[in-house]
C-alpha cells in the first residue's frame, strides 16, 4: 500500500450500503443477499469504494448498514476472495438498531451511534461506486479550494462529485439531477494538467429532476431569485448530470444535519440548502448556520477536527511558498467624521460567511474507453453496461479497475469453444462445455453452462447452470 499522506490518513470513510430498491429481482432477501454483494464484472459491488480508499490512502473505513443485512456483510468480508486481499484495507461494519432499508441518508448521519465513530473531517460513499478517479486527487482538491488551509478561523467547505450522463458510456433512463452552479475566480498561476481545478465550480442549487418537473409543472416555469442574481452575475443550470454521492465534509456538517431535523436526503437537503445559504442570507438564522459556523462553537464541538491545518498554519508560512507576488497598494488617508454627520449608535451584528459547497464535475468524453469511470451501479441496465464495459477493458489497461485475468485459473474449458479473448470475464470455477460461444459477456463463479449454447451481451451471475441447447 502507498505511504500514507497526513490528509488521507486523518480522513475517515463512512459507506452506505443502502437496500438496493432497484435490484429487487437480486435482493428480494437482503438477510442473504444484500445489494453490496452484487457482483459488477465478478467482484462484489463493494469492493470497488473500498478499492478506490485504498488507492486514496483512506484507512479509516466504515460500512453502515441495517442489521438485517450485517451478517451477511461480514461473512463476505472474511470469506470472498476479493474482500480478503491483504492490499484492501480492513473496514468496519456498524449496524445501528434502527436503521432500515427505508431510512433516508441525512437520517444516517443524525443516529448517536454514527455520530460517535464521527471523529473529524469524513467522506460519504456509496456502495455502488464505481470510480477510478484518483482518490488523493480529490481530498488535494479539498484541501486547498474548501477545506480553508490558509485561515483555521474560517470554517470548512464541502466538496461533492458530479458527472454527465449523455457522454461516454450512455444508459438509457438514468437517474439525473438538476444542478447549478456559480463560477470560481479564476487563478492567478494556471493549474497542472492534473489538476482538478479547471472543472471545480460552486454549487448554488441542488435537487433532483423530479423537483425540477414539480416546479416548473405547478408554476408553468422556473423562478430564479434575485439574491442569486446578485450574487452571482453568471450560473450554469445542469440537467442531465447525475450525484456520485461522493461527500467531503467537514466535522461541523453535523451539527448542521443535527441542527436541522427535516432534512431527509444529502443530496437535496444538506447539499441543497447549504448551497442556498451561500447567497441567501435569510436562511443563515434559520438553518442555524450563524451559531454553528462560529469558531467558538467548532472548537468545542471537536477540537480534533482541525488540528492537521492549525499544525500546517503554525509550521508553514504558506504565503512565503508562492511564486506569484502582489505589491502593497497605497491606502488612502482615513476621513475623520465631521461632527454634524449622523452616526450610528446601534451595533450592528456581523454577517456570517458560508463557506461554499464546491462541485467538482466530471468532464465529458465522446468515448467510453477514454473516460475516466465514474458511474453508480443502481439499476439492472446499468449493471449489465457497466459489467460489459469493464470486460471490455485490456488486461494492461491503465484503469485501475480492469481485470488482469480474463478467464480464472480455476475455470475449465472445454475443445472447441468459442470465447472472445478481450470481452469476456470468466468466474472461478465455472464449466463451459463443447461447442459454447460467448462474446462481450460476463460469466460468474461456479458456473456450468452446457453444450451449444450461445452468450452476447450477457451477465450471469455466480452458481448458475444453463443446459445444453
Known sequence: MP??????????????????????????????????????????????????????????????????????????????????????????????????????????????????????????????????????????????????VVSSSAAAGGLGVWYPTKSGLVVTGEETNFLTTAQLSQPTVPSSSNSLRPNLSEVVSSSTTDTLNDITESKKSFPIRHGLLRKH??????????????????????????QNPKFDSISEDVVGWWAKATWQDGLVPKLGLDHILQPSSRVKGNPEADEMYNDIDEDVDIASLST???????????????????????????RIAVPPFLCYLHPSSSSPSQQTIIRRVDTTPLLLSLSLHLASLPTDSPSPLATKQKIHPTATIAARTTISPTDVLIGANTTINQFTTIRNSVVGANCVIGQNVKLTRCVIMDDVEIGEK
Open 3 to 148: 505511504a500514507k499522506t497526513p490528509l488521507s490518513h486523518d480522513f475517515q470513510a463512512l459507506i452506505l450500503c443502502g437496500p438496493g430498491v432497484s435490484f429487487n429481482t437480486f435482493t428480494s432477501t437482503p438477510e442473504d443477499f444484500p445489494k453490496a454483494l452484487i457482483p459488477v464484472a465478478n467482484r462484489p459491488m463493494i469492493w470497488y469504494p473500498l478499492d478506490w480508499c485504498r488507492r486514496a490512502n483512506i484507512i479509516r473505513i466504515t460500512l453502515i448498514t441495517p442489521p438485517s443485512s450485517c451478517k451477511a456483510i461480514e461473512d463476505a468480508l472474511s470469506r470472498n476472495p476479493h474482500l480478503t486481499s491483504p492490499e484492501l484495507p480492513r473496514a468496519d461494519v456498524l449496524a445501528p438498531s434502527v436503521l432500515s432499508q427505508n431510512t433516508a441518508t441525512a437520517e444516517i448521519l443524525r443516529l448517536p451511534e454514527v455520530q460517535s465513530i464521527i471523529t473529524g473531517h469524513f467522506l460519504i460513499l456509496p456502495c455502488d461506486l464505481l470510480c477510478d478517479l484518483p482518490g488523493e486527487s480529490l481530498l488535494e482538491t479539498w484541501m486547498v479550494h474548501a477545506a480553508g
Open 233 to 258: 452575475g453568471k450560473i450554469r443550470m445542469l440537467t442531465t448530470t447525475r450525484d456520485a454521492h461522493i461527500y467531503l465534509f467537514p466535522y461541523w456538517t453535523l451539527d448542521f444535519i443535527n
Open 324 to 350: 506569484t507576488h502582489i505589491s502593497n497598494l497605497l491606502t488612502p488617508p482615513s476621513t475623520p467624521p465631521s461632527p454634524s454627520s449622523p452616526t450610528n449608535t446601534k451595533s450592528t451584528k456581523p
